[in-house]
């Protein structure tokens, strides 16, 4: 979907939801409407519609709120802070995450995991199933640079590991 399009799903749906459209609503939806990919307080309150605007704090409630309006949806990747992205219905919520850089890359699975929403549905009654897919690996650059991430271990930190695999 167009970023436009996103942007006017996500205003429409505060409307629905009798919230007021505020300029630090407007421009944290603005910004998550032109991102593939989850993004953090930091990414969103640094960006140029948003910095020296608006307090963390501020940010950080609005996307709260659109959290609970589910207009926004809040992930959690391991090693990383929370992350958010736009909830726009039919987008992909699958993601392959680097295990060294935490690069986060949107992953289209199409027709398997839909049908399987489906299946799910039908075999149990629910409505609105959505899924979230997080899928751990080291990406091209990384192992270009390294064969391993070479990040110490929590228990020795002077510890290199090597050859970390499946974590």
Known sequence: ???????????QQLHHAHVRV???????LKFLAH?????????????????GQFDDATVYRTLVLLVELE???????RDRATCFVLNVPGEC??????????????????????SLEEQITAQHGYTGLTHELEL?????ACQEHT??????????????LRGRANN
């Open 1 to 11: 979907m167009h970023p436009t399009a996103k942007l006017d799903w996500a205003i």
């Open 22 to 28: 505020t300029p630090v609503r407007e421009r944290v």
């Open 35 to 51: 991102r593939a990919v989850p993004a953090t307080l930091n990414e969103i309150s640094g960006c140029g519609e948003v910095a």
């Open 71 to 77: 207009v926004a949806r809040q992930f959690q990747f």
């Open 93 to 114: 919520f699958s993601f392959l995450v680097c295990r060294c850089c935490g690069k986060i890359t949107p992953v289209s699975h199409g027709a398997p995991l839909h």
């Open 136 to 140: 751990y690996g080291v990406c091209p």
């Open 147 to 160: 064969h391993s991430c070479g990040k110490p271990s929590k228990l020795l930190p002077g510890l290199r």
